[in-house]
């Protein structure tokens, strides 16, 4: 009969709430002679979802959608149910109960999905509240784009209650056996399996302590868009500047050779610019950097290359010519006029040599 549980429940709310202040905590008994909290307590925050939303590579940090179970014990809130009519749990504005402050923390533009004071927390029987939240937060995170784009980035998401003595309520976490975590279209993301979560405490005076929970996520990027549009069409690029420098129609023209040279040059800068919009600036590059970088070196040494290995065909013919007016000139002086004279032996061998520069390049960054 419900009119005999409403009463029931209005006796025991009135029991539990005459009197009850929600804005006082109940565990400020560090400096009292009362031992019912002797071993502390704990407040504990469980993982259930997160939802990755976004990397942010020069503002270090990411963004996440996370539902987290908030559970705290308020022994004022605690009752027997035998006494009541059987009723173990209740359901609750949170509003109406006290709650230990746990934000998180190293974030900024925390913001609840549903509002704490507007949502509902179950009490039970033993004086255990528990509470659901969804946020929206930014997390900072230490970003490191020497690996980029084949990187792995292990970030923290941190929760903590300050003020509180160790010996009153610190804050512990665990997560959900088989929580729900989401990624984008380019990140993967997980927990840490081998420590997905961390606890410490630390106390900076008598009177300052904090402790803090911390889920480690492994955040991984997936590279399919960067091998496919930018990393292979870089080393066609390479090889075409390679081509035209050594087998072009310019490739016996000085200026030319230089022209096509700058050319690539600039072809290859392109990614340069795309690279300075994506990742954050660190005092090491980042595998694309690299692969980029080593590349315009490839082109500025083959373009030289190629125009010493004029001069130097040109020198020879000179000095070949003169040997050989000579009326003892040597049969082998012969031979290496004509080398002198054919381009073809030289430019293959160079092509063949900065080719496979070139594909150890992109060998090694993949």
């Known amino acids: 009969d419900f009119g005999v549980y409403w009463n029931a429940m209005k006796r025991l709310q009135d029991q539990l709430f005459t009197g009850y202040d929600n804005d006082t905590s109940p565990y400020a008994t560090a400096f009292t002679n009362f031992t019912w909290n002797g071993n502390g307590s704990y407040a ?9 939303l976004s990397m942010r590579e020069r503002e270090q940090s ?3 959608h996370t539902g987290v179970v908030m559970v705290w014990e308020d022994p004022r809130l605690a009752w027997n149910p035998d006494q009541h009519s059987g009723i173990n749990h209740m359901y609750m504005r949170r509003s109406k109960v006290w709650m230990p402050e746990i934000v998180p923390c190293e974030s900024t533009g925390v913001d609840a999905v549903t509002l704490f004071d507007t949502s509902n927390v179950k009490i039970y029987a033993s004086g255990q509240v528990v509470m659901l939240a969804y946020f929206f937060a930014t997390h900072n995170c230490e970003i490191k784009s020497d690996n980029f784009p084949f990187d792995v980035n292990h970030c923290m998401m941190c929760f903590m209650i300050a003020g509180m003595h160790k010996d009153e309520m610190q ?4 997560v959900a056996p088989a929580p729900d975590l989401f990624g984008t279209g380019e990140f993967d993301y997980d ?5 997905p979560v961390m606890g410490v405490f630390v106390s900076f005076d008598d009177e300052m302590m904090v402790s803090t929970v911390f889920y480690h996520f492994v955040i991984t990027r997936q590279p399919q868009f960067w091998v496919s549009l930018i990393i292979i ?5 390479g090889m075409l500047v390679l081509i035209g420098i050594f087998f072009g129609e310019d490739s016996n023209s000085l200026n ?5 040279g700058l050319t690539g040059m600039m072809s290859l800068t392109v990614i340069v610019g795309i690279l300075n919009d994506s990742i954050a600036k660190s005092k090491d590059l ?10 315009i070196i490839i082109v500025v040494v083959a373009v030289v290359s190629i125009l010493i290995a004029h001069k130097f065909r040109r020198r020879l013919v000179k000095i ?9 000139s040597h049969v082998y002086w012969q031979w290496i006029r004509r080398y002198g004279a054919s381009t073809s032996i030289t430019r293959y061998t160079l092509f063949v040599i900065f080719f496979v520069l070139h594909l150890i390049n992109l060998i090694t960054m993949l």
């Open 171 to 174: 804050l512990s976490g665990s």
């Open 44 to 52: 504990k925050i469980i993982m259930l979802r997160s939802r990755l």
């Open 62 to 64: 990411y963004s996440a």
């Open 233 to 237: 069409p870089t080393f066609f690029i």
């Open 320 to 328: 070949t010519d003169r040997k050989l007016r000579m009326n003892k």
């Open 191 to 195: 927990i840490f399996l081998p420590k």
């Open 286 to 295: 980042s595998a694309l950097g690299r692969f980029v970088f080593y590349d």
């Open 256 to 260: 030319g050779l230089v022209e096509m």
